[in-house]
């Protein structure tokens, strides 16, 4: 909802009917602000860096709540009411006009006009400061009215109604008394009001910037995308212009989700079938991974990953399945193709990523086979490379319809090995969960093609990685940063990559890898790799210092109290975080449940918001490519809910094992969940019923008006659902109970020394600056 208004650009004694006296006192008796406040804007909207430079409004040319068309409007709104003036009139008085009109365009607008609290209704001017009030009651009292009368459009457009004549008596008698003028304006909140708000320096000089807490943790929130998933463990998009998304449940079905958040009900793929897993908490068996090919808008197909069982001994599977040719919303189900088996010696460490490259290969990734520290052979899987254990391989797959299913790429980096796996691409992989490549930097391109993996730790440390062609990530000799085993650890033809962070296992125990931010939406978290925790359900963020290469460390926590105050976000999450996702635009989501069971529908989607800051209005839209459907949709219905200081009532935690154990528990907890949902009316009181029925008369500045209406108007109401109540269920994150645990972390760039290195740094405010906005100049009277 934009502040916009046709009664503008109305000639003055044209007047039409409203009425926002009701709302206005209303104001006076219910005005209480509570909580805390943060920037945003009177669409309940973060702000922006606008488009262009503001020509009117310019303090807020950086960061604010307007682009130059609503700045344009604000202008003709000032220069409606300085026609009333004669030149001195216009001296004394524009600047207060000029900036009380201007502060829809401020960043802290919600507050300022009393728009974020559904207890109060919005006011109509914003809230001033005591002394600033007083000021402008000396110079130019008699212009409130025609400041109200300018913003009257304003008021309608908030749905507010009411007659101008009871404005004309409000102000008529707050005009002549200071005191009742200046409650009338008055913003309590000394920091908040304004002038107040710019010279505040603590909270401009962040202004615009991911809000940190006290300890470093960057304060994002989330947006429900779906619900109801049983262990989601990938999200992909076919790049194609339709903006689907297709998520895959370990049970072995994908299905496919419209741009709008529908979901179609006949599966993607059904693959239950043949997939091999079980509801226990903790099986790493499953369908793993899906795979669109690169060029899928031309070549329909799409590739997966599964653990299979084969005469009894158990295998993942990766093949390959072309779309249907009726149905662009499923896959041919008789099409499958095998591309790859490898015999799996144990249950656990399955690998499961697939993923196309920038160079058009597939990228597969297979675990170290399984039970703990790699015990197979001489030593181990993943530094022995005639196995496709414990290895990043790569293939191409294109042009294999008449061919092998795959073939090698000529540049593989052990072709002249003897005795090496031809398809190995990298080496020393204990268990990658989850790779990513980045897209690059949207302006430069720099980034473009990297490749991002998380590798689950065996018992002290989970790592990211960044995978090379040819590199060795070091296991079984190193688990992160240390020795694992002290004899490889120290064969000096090792020469392994280090990761470029590595966490210990009080922070978490499974790491899940994410993905490099380079979406539209959210311009703050360009360049931040995101990933998180499964065991713990900590996020985390990396960003990288682009001179010395090193990747300095954030926590990602959920915003407190007002901060994730926005429509349809939330600000908790189910803990088990099992997997990241992009879509089409670079937006990013993660996946996680409160269950970690392949039969329990505790899964969601989350879309992960900065509520700092948006990109400008329009920047950012998409439009989605029509896509048939056949059959039906199923309409997405939000869950979770808004949690604010609220302690959770929490059932018990479900059992479950890490991935890197073997499992053997069998409990699985469910629970229903229930929302409350309230609605909160603003009240109003017979007194300002009797008095929207008068009539009255009204002075200005420079001329003498009289205005006569005997409409009795309705009363004034803002109806604002607001959510509150109890976040149900099993281990979730809230704010109020992230893990409290303040590491020393470990984090740099290739081939440092095995110690750890303590980045302690990295808990220094203001490593993600992005200080856009400069503090305000109050440079007055612009025009
Ligand atoms: C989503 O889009 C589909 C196809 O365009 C349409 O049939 C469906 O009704 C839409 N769903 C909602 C909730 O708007
Ligand atoms: C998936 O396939 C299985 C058997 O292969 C079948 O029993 C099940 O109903 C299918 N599910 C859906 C949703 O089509
Ligand atoms: C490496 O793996 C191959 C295939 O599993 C196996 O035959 C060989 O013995 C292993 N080598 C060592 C040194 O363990
Ligand atoms: C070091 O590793 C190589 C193979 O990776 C092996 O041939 C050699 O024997 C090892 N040296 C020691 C001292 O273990
Ligand atoms: C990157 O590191 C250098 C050297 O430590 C430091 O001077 C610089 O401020 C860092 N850049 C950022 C953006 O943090
Ligand atoms: C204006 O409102 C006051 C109450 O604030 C009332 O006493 C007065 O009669 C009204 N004036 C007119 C002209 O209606
Ligand atoms: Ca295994
Ligand atoms: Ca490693």
């Known amino acids: 909802m934009t502040l916009r208004s046709n009664l503008l650009v109305v000639p003055w004694p044209v007047r039409r009917t409203s009425s926002y006296l009701l709302p206005l006192l ?74 009380i009109l201007c502060q829809e365009c401020s960043p802290y607008a919600a507050h300022l006009f009393d728009a974020e609290d559904a207890n109060t209704p919005m006011r109509v001017l914003p809230g001033l400061c005591r002394d600033y009030c007083s000021d402008y009651w000396h110079q130019c009292r008699y212009t409130l009215s025609l400041a109200l009368e300018v913003l009257g459009g304003t008021a309608r457009a908030q749905g507010l109604v009411g007659s101008p004549a009871q404005i004309t008596n409000l102000t008529l008698g707050l005009e002549e008394d200071r005191g009742a003028f200046c409650d009338f304006l008055e913003l309590k909140d000394k920091q908040y009001c304004y002038p107040n708000v710019l010279s505040n320096a603590e909270l401009n000089a962040n ?69 091999l897993t079980s509801p226990w908490a903790g099986d790493e068996r499953g369908f793993l991974c899906i795979a669109l090919h690169s060029s899928f808008t031309t070549v329909r197909k799409a590739y997966v990953y599964y653990s299979v069982s084969v005469k009894k001994q158990e295998k993942i599977r990766v093949s390959e399945f072309t779309l249907s040719t009726h149905d662009v919303n499923q896959l041919d189900h008789a099409s499958e193709r095998t591309i790859l088996e490898v015999a799996e010696p144990a249950s656990n460490h399955n690998g499961g990523q697939l993923l196309f490259g920038e160079d058009g290969f597939l990228y597969i990734f297979i675990g170290d086979g399984g039970r703990a520290g790699d015990p197979f052979g001489k030593f181990g899987n993943s530094q022995n490379k005639s196995t496709h254990l414990g290895k990043a ?3 191409d797959v294109n042009d294999n319809d008449d061919a092998a299913p795959y073939s090698i790429p000529s540049d593989n980096p052990f072709l002249a090995e003897p005795n090496a796996m031809p398809e190995i691409y990298a080496y020393g992989v204990r268990n990658m969960w989850r790779c990513s490549v980045d897209r690059g930097d949207t302006a430069t391109g720099r980034g473009r093609g990297r490749l991002f993996c998380g590798d689950v730790g065996q018992n002290k440390y989970e790592e990211v990685d960044l995978v090379v062609k040819g590199g060795n990530y070091g296991w079984r000799a190193k688990e992160g940063f240390s020795c694992y085993d002290r004899k490889l650890c120290k064969n000096s033809t090792l020469d392994d990559i280090l ?4 966490y210990p296992h009080k922070l978490g125990k499974s790491v899940t890898g994410g993905y490099i931010y380079r979406g539209c939406q959210m311009p703050n978290l360009n360049g931040l790799y ?4 499964f065991m713990s359900g900590r996020l985390m963020s990396l960003k990288e210092n682009t001179t010395t290469g090193e990747w300095h460390y954030n926590e990602i926590c959920m915003g407190k109290d007002q901060t994730c105050r926005f429509p349809k976000l939330i600000n908790s999450y189910y803990k088990y975080i099992i997997s990241f996702a992009e879509d089409e635009a670079g937006e990013l989501y993660f996946l996680a449940t409160g269950t970690p069971s392949a039969s329990a529908r505790a899964g969601v989607i989350y879309k992960i918001t900065d509520p700092s800051k948006r990109a400008p209005p329009g920047k950012c839209s998409i439009k989605p490519a029509p896509v048939k459907v056949k059959g ?4 997405f219905h939000p869950k979770e809910e808004f949690v604010i200081n609220k302690k959770p009532t929490t059932t018990a935690a479900p059992t479950t094992t890490t991935r890197k154990t073997t499992t053997t528990t069998r409990k699985t907890t469910t629970t229903t969940r229930k929302a409350t949902t309230t609605t909160r009316k603003a009240t109003t009181t017979a007194a300002t019923q009797t008095m929207a029925q008068r009539t009255m008369t009204r002075k200005t500045a420079t001329a003498a008006r009289k205005t006569t209406t005997t409409r009795a108007t309705p009363i004034a109401q803002i109806t604002m659902a607001t959510t509150t109540g109890r976040r149900p269920t099993v281990a979730a994150i809230r704010p109020s109970d992230r893990p409290t645990t303040r590491p020393s972390f470990k984090a740099n760039g290739r081939k440092a020394p095995t110690t750890s290195l303590g980045v302690a740094s990295s808990h220094r405010p203001g490593l993600l600056i992005f200080l856009l906005c400069a503090p305000f100049s109050l440079s007055a009277f612009a025009p």
């Open 632 to 635: 039906k949709l199923v309409h």
């Open 207 to 275: 202004l615009g910037s991911v809000r940190e807490d006290s300890e470093g943790c960057l304060e994002l929130c989330l947006q429900e995308v779906a619900n109801g998933l049983r262990n989601p463990v990938a999200m992909i998009h076919a790049n194609d212009g339709s903006h689907r998304f297709f998520v895959a449940e370990q049970l072995g079905y994908v299905w496919v989700y419209l741009a709008n958040g529908s979901r179609v009900d006949r599966p993607f793929l059904n693959l239950t079938q043949a997939v």
């Open 26 to 99: 209303l104001l006076l008796l219910l005005h209480a602000w509570r909580g805390s406040c943060h920037p945003q804007c009177l669409d309940y909207k973060p702000p922006f860096e606008p488009h262009r430079p503001l020509v009117f409004c310019k303090e807020y040319s950086k960061f604010g709540c307007c682009d130059l068309e609503q700045d344009e409007e604000v202008s003709t709104r000032f220069y409606t009411v300085m026609d009333f003036f004669d030149y001195s009139g216009f001296t004394a008085c524009g600047k207060f006009i000029r900036s």
């Open 530 to 533: 995101i990933f998180g925790d």
């Open 393 to 395: 391989l790569r293939i």
């Open 499 to 502: 990761p470029i962070f590595a």
